[in-house]
Every structure is written in structure tokens, then in C-alpha cells.
């Protein structure tokens, strides 16, 4: 089945941007409703964006206005800009399918301090 890699996170300055990437190093994410997720510590996993094979998006209201996400179905790739990074926003961040969730992989560790 598909196997999903995050990358790149990293630290970065309030205010700062960062594009995290979602690749299927196997399988394809075909028809599949894709969603970006984010742990912070001590905290439960929450849903921060989704996206449809057609383009539709979906927010939390916590990163709307300032994340996007997006897709590239030929490139069975996920993608999110994350501008205006708050230290709110410091988790490890996953990628997944919505409707049919693989396990959860390593994810990519967002830090926003300044």
C-alpha cells in the first residue's frame, strides 16, 4: 500500500515561512482525500488541512489565511506553505490519508522560537 514521507521542517523565526513536502515513496495516492496533520507536545493530533484529488481545501481554523495546502497528482506529492509561523504552530507534523489512514510514519518537526 502507499508509504508516505514528510520532510521539510525545521526551526524557524515567528513570522518565518516553511514548505513542508508529503511523497508517496510507494503506492499512489490516487483518489484519496489527503490531510496534513501536527502533534505538539503533550498535545493530541490534530487535522490542519485537507485536500481532495480535485483541489478542495479544508482549514483549521488556527492556520487559516496563513497555511496552504496543495498537490501535485503526477507527482503523487502533498505540499504545505506554512507563512506567518507563530510558536503556537511548533509540533511534528504528519501526512496522511483521511479516509483510509495508513500508520502514522516519523513526520518533520516544525519549531517557531525565536
Same mark, same amino acid.
Given at each position: #500500500?502507499?508509504? /508516505?514521507?514528510?520532510? &521539510? &521542517? &525545521?526551526?524557524?523565526? %515567528? =513570522? @518565518?515561512? +516553511?514548505? +513542508?513536502?508529503?511523497?508517496?515513496?510507494?503506492?499512489?495516492? @490516487? +483518489?484519496?482525500?489527503? =490531510?496534513?496533520?501536527? #502533534?505538539? %507536545?503533550?498535545? #493530541?493530533?490534530?487535522?490542519?488541512?485537507?485536500?481532495?484529488?480535485? &483541489?478542495?481545501?479544508?482549514?483549521?481554523?488556527?492556520?487559516?489565511?496563513?497555511?496552504?495546502?496543495?498537490?501535485?497528482? =503526477?507527482?503523487?506529492?502533498?505540499? +504545505?506553505?506554512?507563512? *506567518? /509561523?507563530?510558536?503556537?504552530?511548533?509540533?511534528?507534523?504528519?501526512? *496522511? /490519508?483521511?479516509?483510509?489512514?495508513? %500508520?502514522? =510514519?516519523? @513526520?518533520?518537526?516544525?519549531?517557531?522560537?525565536?
Amino acid at each position: #500500500q502507499v508509504q /508516505l514521507v514528510e520532510s &521539510g &521542517g &525545521g526551526l524557524v523565526q %515567528p =513570522g @518565518g515561512s +516553511l514548505r +513542508l513536502s508529503c511523497a508517496a515513496s510507494a503506492g499512489s495516492l @490516487g +483518489l484519496n482525500v489527503m =490531510g496534513w496533520y501536527r #502533534q505538539a %507536545p503533550g498535545k #493530541q493530533r490534530e487535522l490542519v488541512a485537507s485536500i481532495t484529488f480535485g &483541489g478542495i481545501t479544508n482549514y483549521a481554523d488556527s492556520v487559516k489565511g496563513r497555511f496552504t495546502i496543495s498537490r501535485d497528482n =503526477g507527482k503523487n506529492a502533498v505540499y +504545505l506553505q506554512m507563512n *506567518n /509561523l507563530k510558536p503556537e504552530d511548533t509540533a511534528v507534523y504528519y501526512c *496522511n /490519508l483521511r479516509q483510509s489512514p495508513r %500508520p502514522w =510514519g516519523q @513526520g518533520t518537526q516544525v519549531t517557531v522560537s525565536s
